[in-house]
């Protein structure tokens, strides 16, 4: 375990960057015609494209040899081994068991933890079935129509990701609702589209103790039990997913109805578990298996290839180098699939929880290079007219990830091609920006002369030179959907051991939840409050007797 900084390769890459931090991208297209060739690489049905980055051939070789003095090869080894190499928890982590489609043995305390996680998902299959078939009815003895998650982070995103980026695999007779935020509005405006006859409620926490899921369960259970006055029909229409058998079963759920997770899987790694249930259930277990198979494919890749054509190394050496070398502040994911718009929100979870750390793995605060950036965005085309403009033209830089499917099956003509011509010519005018000269020839060339031009001019140039990975695949399926989302899990791994931190734990959220903990009392109690802050006071206060109408 080592601060990076004192890696002979992160000097030998500072010295690199300094010498050629002066080329601009469009320099080095010039200078290397055969930059796609050179830096484009495929790997489970995705290209990847990063010869939009500021680098040469000379790069490459530097950052691989970041990732090797940083100790990546063994510790993606311990990783796949179930090794606890989640320190502060001392936990294995083992995402990559959970779809390890091969079934060799994966062993964690010395028990192979295959056959459990084969059970589990025989368990799901057989709902999954059951209630997509029709043969699992309701109390009434009517079939499910709708499912209600109730889950919040790690086990409310990736199922929501999931199944609205694969909607047209959806079962035809089957809603899929997500209840996360505790503002009562979202179960509320759930509860009123639904039937309790007919559906299906999924509560999904990994503690059980979440109290946003905890209250949100309890809503919707007591909405039920209003409705049909049947404390027995709890069994026939409330599931849960979980690590924590006890609060399930004090819950007043069967543990028959319980879907089972371990403690080595992460929240924001657990879509492969059974917090995928909503997955199963609107794709059908068949494509839930072929998300898996692609994320396996992924696995492998990433335990099997040499680090130089290994795409997550790849993707997590390039974030390196444009966090601590060139400095940009956050990355920007723009996908082009408007499926995909909740990838973004998905992202912010795996990679800021993970790598959102400044102490490393010895306990010691990192405090001479930075760690995980800003991550953020929605859907690339309508980003182009809202923020972009910051991006091409602001004062500060943002490195971008541009995600595209080459078939857009339901993009009738002549939206498929419109939608791909953007994506392509974002990342060309973030690379290529627009010159003075160009911006000259182009006014003139509209007819624009003397004061006018001069005036115009300035507001018309784009520096460009902003670095950019795209990612191609053939269409969104299951089988590159789940290879795309392991690509991103692994190159978070690379990232947090290269930076020395703990990418498995999330201390950092505890402090509001304590704080939230006791100002919830306080906001019952009549008397003013004085313990805090002034402003912390001064808003509570407000808040209470504007709240009562004082
Ligand atoms: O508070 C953050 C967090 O613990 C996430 O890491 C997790 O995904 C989420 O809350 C939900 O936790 P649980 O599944 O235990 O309800």
Known sequence: MTNPVKLPAWTALKTHVTAISDLHLRDLFA???????????EACGLLL????????????????????????????????????????????????????????PVMVDGIDVMPAINAVREHMTRFANAIRSGEWKGHTGEIITDIVNIGIGGSDLGPLMVCRALHRFAHPRLKMHFASTVDGDQ???????????????????????????????????RWFLEATGNPAAIAKHFVAVSTNTEAVTAFGIDPANMFEFWDWVGGRYSLWSAIG??????????????????AHAMDRHFAETPLERNMPV???????????????????????????????????????????????????????????????????????????????QGSQGVSIDF???????????????????NFFAQSEAF?????????????????????????????????????????????????SLGALIALYEHKVFVQGTIWNLNSYDQWGVELGKQLAK???????????????????????????QRLLGA
């Not at 200078?31 to 690489?41: G, I, K, M, V």
């Not at 509320?188 to 946003?212: C, D, H, M, Y």
């Not at 995600?403 to 011509?421: K, N, Q, R, T, V």
């Open 314 to 392: 790849l993707l997590g050496q390039l974030g390196i180098l444009n966090r601590n070398f060139y400095h940009f502040p956050s990355l920007l994911i723009s996908p082009y699939n408007q499926a995909l718009d909740r990838f973004p929100s998905y992202l912010q979870q795996l990679d800021m929880e993970s790598n959102g750390k400044s102490v490393d793995l010895d306990g010691l605060r990192v405090k001479d290079y930075e760690t995980g950036p800003i991550v953020w965005g929605d859907s690339g085309i309508n980003g182009q007219h809202a923020y972009y403009q910051l991006l091409h």
């Open 431 to 479: 690379m290529r920006g627009k010159t003075e000269e160009e911006v000259r020839i182009e006014l003139t060339a509209q007819g624009l002369r003397g004061e006018a031009l001069e005036k115009l001019l300035p507001h018309k140039i784009f520096e460009g030179n902003r670095p950019t990975n795209t990612i191609l695949m053939q269409t969104l399926s299951p089988e």
């Open 518 to 544: 006791a100002i919830e009392q306080e906001l019952i109690a009549s008397e003013p409050v004085t313990r805090h802050d002034a402003s912390t006071n001064g808003l509570i206060n407000y808040y209470k």
């Open 187 to 221: 179960i509320t405006g759930i509860l009123s589209r639904v039937n309790p006859a007919t559906t299906l409620f999924i509560v999904a926490s990994k503690t059980f103790t979440t109290q946003e899921t905890l209250t949100n369960a309890h809503t919707a259970r």
């Open 49 to 104: 494209d990063y010869s939009k980055n500021r680098i040469t051939k000379a790069t490459l070789p530097i950052l691989t040899q970041l990732a090797r003095e940083s100790g990546l090869e063994e510790r993606r080894t311990r990783m796949f081994s179930g090794e606890k190499i989640n320190s502060t928890e001392n936990r294995a982590v083992l995402h990559t068991a959970l779809r390890n489609i091969t079934n060799t």
């Open 277 to 294: 249930l909503p997955i199963a259930l609107c794709l059908g277990p068949d494509n839930f298996q072929a998300l898996l198979a692609g």
């Open 403 to 421: 995600i595209a499917s080459i078939e857009h099956p339901d993009s009738p003509s002549p939206h498929g091609p419109i939608l791909m011509a």
């Open 31 to 41: 200078a290397e015609p055969q930059r796609f060739e050179l830096f484009t690489l």
